[in-house]
Structure formats: structure tokens, C-alpha cells
């Protein structure tokens, strides 16, 4: 079986995208394809796999699985990723994408792509809590995210810390840990371990409850440029209290996979 799909980056959180709008039924088995496709050795190479899917009350549905096949209920880069491509073929820049956490509104700055995605109202969950020997914050954005904050991140201390945090006890469905640095209140850098994919580049909800926390925290203002590995996003908390996760994003390549399962 071909199976066309759209290699897309943001900020170097990357991902596979295979569209399925107006197909009934998934036609192969999505975990087993997740983890071939994904491989970057024997496969495409992605973050995570993402299919874009019929829904009644958006203009699409996404559904995302991570490397390992695991089901993601949200990820910020991958819905600024799938907004681009139904913003390009729908030619509408406000577009309203169904997710596993709810539905969430994107506007795109066309033809430019830069998307902008308003995430909702996250909540801290535990303010100060304690993994793996570090104090940080829990904060769910439709997944959850443990925030520390770091005098000097040139230590890499996700790679250190990360496994052990997204693998602690009592939450079986994994956690993204986040590892961050003020710069100004107006400026963080972060590091990132990601629930299911290791080190990445960016992650889009990861920025997201980093700057909630530091809301939370009196360290940073309501708007506030997050400097990733991969590249800058714009968080910024508007009027009703929803946080809206802005950056480009960027079309690599497509093609088509042989799947021979």
C-alpha cells in the first residue's frame, strides 16, 4: 500500500501527515505505521504521526500518535502543522481542528505560515511538586507537563532528568518534563524531554505551561517569547484567560510510503 503523506516542522518538532478527510474508515493499522514511519533510520522520520479526519462540528479532526505508537491527546506544534495544510486547501485563515483534549481555534497569517493557536485555559495542577529530586509545577494543557526552572540549562538537564520524570510513579500515561531559564520576564529559554518521543527540538504545549507556571511564579509578564532548541514561539495570555501559542511552521517536503503490512 502507497500511503501519501506531508513531512511538516515546527520549530523542529516534526511530523508525518497523512490527510484522511473523507475516508469512513482508518485503512491500516495506525500504531504499527506510527512506529515504522516515524523511524529515522528505516522510515520517513517524525516526532509523531498525524491524520487529519472527517469531523461534523470542525473543519478536521486530528488524531496524533507519538514515535512509539502511543496515542497523543495534544500536541501545539502538530495542530499549528495540520492548520497550515487545511488553511491552504480550504482557503480560510480561522479554522476551528478537533483534537482528543477538545476542540481548539487557529487563525493563519496567509499566504505566510504563521499560525496561531489559541490553546485554551490550562491549569496548574500542583504548584510545587517534587520528581526525581527537583522541584517544579504540574500543568495539564490537555497533556500534562512538570516545569522546573534552572539557573543555567547549558548542563542539559532534560537529558539527565527527563526519562525519570516522564516514567514517575503513579501517572501511567507518561510525562512531558520541561526544563526552563528566565531571561527577562519577557524571555525564557527552554529545554525539553517529550512523554513518549525523548529530546525534542520544540513542544508547542510544553512552552505553553511553561509560561503559565511562570505566571503563576511572579517571574514572567503575559506575553513572553520562549527561545526552544528548534526555534522561537510567542506565548501570550489574552483577556479571558487563554493562552495563545503562536510561531511558523514549515511545509519540508511530501512523498509517498510503501506500508507493507
Request: a negative charge; charged letters at 20%; hydrophobic letters at 45%.
Amino acid at each position: 500500500m502507497l500511503i501519501s503523506f506531508v513531512k511538516m516542522q515546527a520549530q523542529g518538532n516534526d511530523f508525518v501527515i497523512v490527510n484522511l478527510l473523507g475516508d469512513k474508515d482508518m485503512p491500516f493499522d495506525p500504531v504499527g505505521l506510527a512506529r515504522a514511519i516515524c523511524d529515522r533510520r528505516l522510515g520517513v522520520g517524525a516526532d509523531g504521526l498525524v491524520f487529519l479526519r472527517d469531523d461534523a462540528l470542525a473543519d478536521a479532526r486530528m488524531v496524533i500518535y507519538n514515535s512509539d505508537g502511543s496515542l497523543a491527546s495534544m500536541c501545539g506544534s502538530a495542530l499549528r502543522c495540520c492548520a497550515w495544510l487545511l488553511a491552504a486547501k480550504k482557503k480560510k485563515r480561522q479554522l476551528l481542528i478537533f483534537t482528543d483534549s477538545g476542540p481548539k481555534s487557529v487563525e493563519v497569517d496567509l499566504p505566510d505560515p504563521f499560525v496561531h493557536a489559541n490553546l485554551g485555559a490550562p491549569r496548574v495542577t500542583e504548584l510545587k511538586l517534587v520528581l526525581d529530586g527537583i522541584e517544579g509545577s504540574l500543568v495539564d494543557v490537555g497533556n500534562l507537563h512538570f516545569v522546573s526552572w534552572w539557573d543555567d540549562l547549558d548542563s542539559d538537564p532534560h537529558l539527565v532528568h527527563g526519562s525519570a520524570i516522564e516514567h514517575s510513579p503513579g501517572y501511567p500515561n507518561g510525562i512531558n518534563a520541561m526544563f526552563a531559564k528566565v531571561l527577562s520576564p519577557d524571555e525564557i529559554d527552554l529545554k525539553i524531554w517529550e512523554n513518549a518521543c525523548g529530546p525534542t527540538l520544540a513542544c508547542g504545549t510544553g512552552a505553553t505551561a511553561t509560561v503559565l507556571t511562570g505566571l503563576e511564579l511572579g517571574l514572567l509578564n503575559q506575553e513572553v517569547k520562549v527561545n526552544m532548541p528548534g526555534g522561537q514561539v510567542v506565548i501570550k495570555k489574552d483577556e479571558v484567560g487563554d493562552f495563545i501559542l503562536s510561531g511558523p511552521v514549515t511545509e519540508v517536503f511530501n512523498g509517498t510510503y510503501q506500508w507493507k503490512i
